[in-house]
C-alpha cells in the first residue's frame, strides 16, 4: 500500500486552529492513507469517484469497504481508519471542528 499523495483544498477555516473548517481531499487512483486517527470527530461526504475506507488499524485493502459519490461517513475521535481511492479519482469533503491532530502508529 502505497502512502497517500492526496492533495488538498481548505474551503473554510483552518483545521490546525479552533473553529470549524471544510476541507477538501482528492484521491489520485491507488494512493490509500496509512492507518491513523483524529482527536476530534470529523464527518467526510463523497463529492465525486468512489472512496475506499476501513476501520481499523491494519492496512488491509480487502477490509475497504466501497462508498460512492453522495455517500456520507463520521470518523469518530479516537477512532483507527485508512481510506483512499482504487480505480478512479476520489473528492471527499471532510468538515470539523479544529484544532484537530492526525495520530499515526
Same mark, same amino acid.
Given at each position: 500500500?502505497?502512502?497517500s499523495?492526496?492533495?488538498?483544498?481548505?474551503?473554510?477555516?483552518?483545521?490546525?486552529?479552533e473553529?470549524?473548517y471544510?476541507?477538501?481531499?482528492?484521491? &489520485?487512483? @491507488?494512493n $490509500?492513507?496509512?492507518?491513523?486517527?483524529?482527536?476530534? =470527530?470529523?464527518?467526510i461526504?463523497?463529492?465525486?469517484?468512489?472512496?475506499?475506507?476501513?476501520?481499523?488499524?491494519?492496512?488491509?485493502?480487502?477490509?475497504?469497504?466501497?462508498? &460512492?459519490? @453522495?455517500? $456520507?461517513?463520521?470518523h469518530?475521535?479516537?477512532g483507527? =481508519?485508512?481510506?483512499?481511492?482504487?480505480?478512479?479519482?476520489?473528492i471527499?469533503?471532510?468538515?470539523?471542528?479544529g484544532?484537530?491532530?492526525?495520530?499515526?502508529?
Amino acid at each position: 500500500m502505497r502512502e497517500s499523495s492526496t492533495a488538498f483544498v481548505i474551503i473554510e477555516g483552518n483545521p490546525a486552529e479552533e473553529g470549524f473548517y471544510i476541507q477538501r481531499n482528492r484521491f &489520485p487512483p @491507488g494512493n $490509500y492513507s496509512t492507518p491513523h486517527y483524529h482527536d476530534q =470527530h470529523r464527518y467526510i461526504t463523497v463529492i465525486s469517484g468512489t472512496w475506499y475506507t476501513a476501520t481499523s488499524a491494519d492496512a488491509e485493502k480487502d477490509d475497504m469497504g466501497p462508498l &460512492p459519490a @453522495g455517500s $456520507y461517513m463520521k470518523h469518530p475521535a479516537g477512532g483507527w =481508519h485508512f481510506d483512499g481511492a482504487r480505480d478512479e479519482k476520489a473528492i471527499v469533503e471532510t468538515r470539523g471542528m479544529g484544532p484537530v491532530k492526525t495520530v499515526r502508529e
